[in-house]
């Protein structure tokens, strides 16, 4: 339960003065997006940071103003000078003022209703006007001055609720930035006094302030500097919310595997059968990899294991080695794939090389139905199927396993901890033996914020056969002669993927849906171009895959359906259509389709001119690399670490104030201090055991609070 302290700052923001039901509706729409709940609270406020500053500094000559930036001018009202046409008038009415100097400029209103602005600004009277200064018929003039404030002529220059800073915050329809910076210095006012979770001397050394006057420093810019990532204040707080990230990950390692996991040893007779089956010979980090996994399953502490590796690497054929392991020892296996096409070309795989070694291999998705799928539940909870490959699915609903000793999650970045730990929790009371894989590497500093909790193994090398890919970037205006190409290249008996990033044409984005270009692509081609998108019946969407498999098809056309795990040998020539759209990691993934048979493949990415420089620098990189570790890296600096792992849809950690790879060395910081805080006090159970409860609610990792508690 969260500390009743903590209780104001998750409060709803209509709890604060000023905000009423149409102001709450614009800040959901703003901010409850950003967590689980249909509200934004006063916390989510907090977290919503200036993104600029205005400098409201006086100037006391209007010609000492530049046109087009702000101005704040002391002025004297000198005339007001109505539109015409009613009490709302539609013509502007303007403001003659005059500044120190005499010279004189107007402030324009329209839609105003002049009775107000005759209060406001009394003819004779002195005022601080402060707004974007504009030229218009030869008149300086400032339309709709942002701020409007009375002088006290018996305190020269004294009055101000004008903000001599005036942070500038991202807005949604409707908000003025006003009306947000009020509801935030409202939600700063509700801060409670906290105790200090970073120890004094670290906080000296950095020149750090307090939690609170930390955030209170981020809402108050002086200058752009303040909003810099490395400015104090925000350094504070971006290690406060990777201290709560590391700590929570730490907690939960300890906690998993503190509970006794299964001795799962084997002689490995399952694993030399297939082996001496494969049309290749294992690398040297697959064979690393698997005397990895073999000691985690032999100890008696639970395993929790990332599997990394580039395309092609060779990963299914490692889990496949590692669930053979399990069998053998007695237990059952389970390979979760997050999209139905990837669970049967899994299955397709593993059945290939492990069913002629004996092992009952049994696919379970989404349309597996009625008795067929009555009768897979009744023989897994049997124990008459060894391994089971499946969609979320497998987690969803209530399946048993008559012993479920090892879970191997294929595309980990797409599932959340929570679907992880369902599943994991299937193999009975000791819980099952964990590894996970992801389709591509992760740059190392998000292996950090997002696997903290997981030992990681690497597979750094392909295996033997795998040719280089030659990639091109060709922009779309050449089209014609690409699919000039492509008709050689057919002939010659070549197969082809295309791959487009929308299923229908959209008014919003000038993309190449799918179903056009499978339908131009026919016209020249005929029946030899098949489709496959994500809105496929999934009977029709395997027709088109065995036809492509068989050679019937010479053109795929697709979406992203077929990123992962689809491996046709004879397909040598990946094209990508806007491929500036896609991310790196996404264009790596997809490239990995080719490169797989004794043909030299090529990779051709065509792309809309102009290219934004992030666009231009991504495909450089495509060009120049096919290292994914080097890819993951240039994905991460070019896009940061929200974007990388889709976090959005994952579930893993989406930061609201660090920025990766900015603060990489205070996550370096908060990872040991973290184990630091760990090894002192294991339980979490000493002196500053709350103030770390507090840190951990505070920034929303109640799972690793819930397992403190729990032991």
Same mark, same amino acid.
């Given at each position: 339960?969260?500390?009743?302290?903590?209780?104001?700052?998750?409060?709803?923001?209509?709890?604060?003065?000023?905000?009423?039901?149409?102001?709450?509706?614009?800040?959901?729409?703003?901010?409850?997006?950003? +967590?689980?709940?249909?509200?934004?609270?006063?916390?989510?406020?907090?977290?919503?940071?200036?993104?600029?500053?205005?400098?409201?500094?006086?100037?006391?000559?209007?010609?000492?103003?530049?046109?087009?930036?702000?101005?704040?001018?002391?002025?004297?009202?000198?005339?007001?000078?109505?539109?015409?046409?009613?009490?709302?008038?539609?013509?502007?009415?303007?403001?003659?003022?005059?500044?120190?100097?005499?010279?004189?400029?107007?402030?324009?209103?329209?839609?105003?209703?002049?009775?107000?602005?005759?209060?406001?600004?009394?003819?004779?009277?002195?005022?601080?006007?402060?707004?974007?200064?504009?030229?218009?018929?030869?008149?300086?003039?400032?339309?709709?001055?942002? +701020?409007?404030?009375?002088?006290?002529?018996?305190? @020269?220059?004294?009055?101000?609720?004008?903000?001599?800073?005036?942070?500038?915050?991202?807005?949604?329809?409707?908000?003025?930035?006003?009306?947000?910076?009020?509801?935030?210095? @409202?939600?700063?006012?509700?801060?409670?006094?906290?105790?200090?979770?970073?120890?004094?001397?670290?906080?000296?050394?950095?020149?750090?302030?307090?939690?609170?006057?930390?955030?209170?420093?981020?809402?108050?810019?002086?200058?752009?500097?303040?909003?810099?990532?490395?400015?104090?204040?925000?350094?504070?707080?971006?290690?406060?919310?990777?201290?709560?990230?590391?700590?929570?990950?730490?907690?939960?390692?300890?906690?998993?595997?503190?509970?006794?996991?299964?001795?799962?040893?084997?002689?490995?007779?399952?694993?030399?059968?297939?082996?001496?089956?494969?049309?290749?010979?294992?690398?040297?980090?697959?064979?690393?990899?698997?005397?990895?996994?073999?000691?985690?399953?032999?100890?008696? +502490?639970?395993?929790?294991?990332?599997?990394?590796?580039?395309?092609?690497?060779?990963?299914?054929?490692?889990?496949?080695?590692?669930?053979?392991?399990?069998?053998?020892?007695?237990?059952?296996?389970?390979?979760?794939?997050?999209?139905?096409?990837?669970?049967?070309?899994?299955?397709? =795989?593993?059945?290939?090389?492990?069913?002629?070694?004996?092992?009952?291999?049994?696919?379970?998705?989404?349309?597996?139905?009625?008795?067929?799928?009555?009768?897979?539940?009744?023989?897994?909870?049997?124990?008459?199927?060894?391994?089971?490959?499946?969609?979320?699915?497998?987690?969803?609903?209530?399946?048993?396993?008559?012993?479920?000793?090892?879970?191997?999650?294929? @595309?980990?970045?797409?599932?959340?901890?929570?679907?992880?730990?369902?599943?994991?929790?299937?193999?009975?009371?000791?819980?099952? @033996?964990?590894?996970?894989?992801?389709?591509?590497?992760?740059?190392?500093?998000?292996?950090?914020?997002?696997?903290?909790?997981?030992?990681?193994?690497?597979?750094?090398?392909?295996?033997?056969?795998?040719?280089?890919?030659?990639?091109? =970037?060709?922009?779309?205006?050449?089209?014609?002669?690409?699919?000039?190409?492509?008709?050689?290249?057919?002939?010659?008996?070549?197969?082809?993927?295309?791959?487009?990033?929308?299923?229908?044409?959209?008014?919003?984005?000038?993309?190449?849906?799918?179903?056009?270009?499978?339908?131009?692509?026919?016209?020249?081609?005929?029946?030899?171009?098949?489709?496959?998108?994500?809105?496929?019946?999934?009977?029709?969407?395997?027709?088109?895959?065995?036809?492509?498999?068989?050679?019937?098809?010479?053109?795929?056309?697709?979406?992203?359906?077929?990123?992962?795990?689809?491996?046709?040998?004879?397909?040598?020539?990946?094209?990508?259509?806007?491929?500036?759209?896609?991310?790196?990691?996404?264009?790596?993934?997809?490239?990995?389709?080719?490169?797989?048979?004794?043909?030299?493949?090529?990779?051709?990415?065509?792309?809309?001119?102009?290219?934004?420089?992030?666009?231009?620098?991504?495909?450089?990189?495509?060009?120049?690399?096919?290292?994914?570790?080097?890819?993951?890296?240039?994905?991460?600096?070019?896009?940061?670490?929200?974007?990388?792992?889709?976090?959005?849809?994952?579930?893993?950690?989406?930061?609201?104030?660090?920025?990766?790879?900015?603060?990489?060395?205070?996550?370096?910081?908060?990872?040991?201090?973290?184990?630091?805080?760990?090894?002192?006090?294991?339980?979490?159970?000493?002196?500053?055991?709350?103030?770390?409860?507090?840190?951990?609610?505070?920034?929303?990792?109640?799972?690793?609070?819930?397992?403190?508690?729990?032991?």
């Amino acid at each position: 339960m969260r500390p009743a302290k903590l209780a104001p700052l998750f409060a709803t923001v209509r709890s604060l003065k000023g905000v009423g039901p149409k102001v709450e509706g614009m800040l959901n729409k703003l901010l409850a997006p950003r +967590h689980a709940g249909a509200h934004a609270r006063l916390i989510d406020l907090l977290w919503h940071l200036p993104v600029a500053v205005i400098d409201r500094a006086v100037t006391p000559r209007i010609a000492e103003a530049k046109i087009g930036e702000i101005a704040t001018v002391e002025v004297t009202v000198a005339e007001h000078r109505p539109g015409g046409g009613g009490r709302r008038t539609r013509a502007p009415y303007k403001v003659l003022v005059e500044d120190v100097s005499g010279a004189s400029f107007e402030l324009v209103y329209f839609n105003a209703d002049p009775a107000y602005l005759r209060r406001l600004l009394p003819v004779g009277g002195k005022c601080l006007v402060s707004g974007k200064l504009e030229s218009y018929d030869g008149w300086l003039q400032m339309p709709h001055p942002d +701020h409007v404030v009375a002088v006290d002529l018996a305190q @020269e220059g004294g009055s101000s609720t004008l903000p001599l800073h005036e942070p500038v915050y991202p807005l949604t329809a409707g908000l003025t930035n006003s009306v947000l910076r009020k509801a935030v210095t @409202e939600a700063l006012s509700q801060l409670p006094r906290l105790p200090e979770w970073i120890d004094e001397t670290f906080l000296v050394r950095n020149g750090w302030p307090s939690f609170v006057e930390a955030l209170r420093r981020v809402h108050a810019p002086e200058g752009e500097g303040d909003l810099a990532p490395k400015a104090p204040a925000r350094m504070r707080l971006a290690y406060d919310e990777l201290l709560a990230n590391q700590l929570a990950l730490a907690v939960i390692r300890q906690r998993m595997t503190k509970r006794a996991g299964r001795t799962l040893v084997s002689t490995q007779r399952l694993r030399k059968a297939i082996i001496a089956k494969l049309p290749f010979k294992l690398t040297g980090a697959q064979v690393r990899a698997l005397g990895e996994i073999d000691a985690d399953l032999a100890s008696p +502490h639970r395993m929790l294991r990332l599997l990394q590796g580039d395309v092609g690497s060779g990963k299914t054929v490692v889990a496949l080695l590692a669930l053979a392991g399990a069998v053998e020892a007695g237990a059952q296996g389970a390979l979760m794939a997050p999209t139905e096409l990837l669970a049967r070309q899994h299955m397709k =795989t593993i059945g290939a090389l492990g069913e002629p070694a004996g092992l009952r291999i049994t696919l379970l998705t989404g349309r597996e139905r009625g008795r067929e799928r009555e009768a897979i539940l009744a023989r897994l909870e049997r124990g008459e199927i060894d391994i089971l490959i499946g969609t979320h699915a497998l987690f969803q609903e209530p399946i048993r396993f008559r012993d479920l000793g090892l879970v191997v999650i294929d @595309e980990q970045h797409r599932f959340g901890v929570h679907q992880r730990l369902a599943l994991q929790g299937k193999g009975g009371g000791s819980g099952a @033996e964990l590894l996970v894989m992801t389709a591509t590497p992760i740059p190392r500093t998000l292996l950090l914020t997002s696997y903290g909790d997981m030992d990681v193994s690497r597979l750094d090398e392909k295996p033997p056969g795998r040719k280089p890919v030659a990639t091109a =970037t060709v922009p779309l205006d050449r089209l014609d002669e690409v699919i000039e190409r492509i008709g050689r290249a057919i002939a010659s008996g070549t197969q082809i993927y295309w791959v487009c990033p929308l299923v229908e044409e959209s008014e919003q984005l000038d993309l190449a849906a799918a179903k056009a270009r499978h339908a131009d692509l026919a016209k020249r081609f005929g029946d030899r171009v098949g489709l496959v998108h994500g809105r496929l019946a999934g009977k029709d969407k395997d027709r088109v895959m065995a036809e492509f498999g068989s050679g019937a098809l010479a053109i795929l056309v697709s979406t992203t359906v077929i990123e992962v795990g689809v491996d046709v040998p004879n397909a040598s020539i990946m094209i990508i259509e806007h491929a500036e759209r896609f991310g790196l990691a996404q264009l790596h993934q997809l490239r990995g389709r080719v490169g797989r048979g004794a043909k030299e493949s090529s990779c051709i990415l065509l792309y809309r001119q102009p290219l934004s420089e992030t666009a231009r620098e991504r495909l450089s990189v495509m060009r120049r690399t096919e290292d994914g570790f080097v890819i993951a890296e240039e994905d991460l600096r070019l896009r940061g670490g929200g974007e990388v792992l889709g976090t959005k849809q994952s579930g893993l950690p989406a930061f609201r104030i660090a920025s990766l790879p900015e603060h990489e060395l205070l996550l370096q910081a908060a990872r040991d201090e973290a184990r630091l805080i760990l090894a002192r006090d294991p339980e979490l159970s000493g002196a500053k055991a709350e103030t770390f409860r507090l840190l951990l609610y505070l920034f929303e990792r109640d799972d690793a609070v819930r397992l403190m508690r729990a032991g």
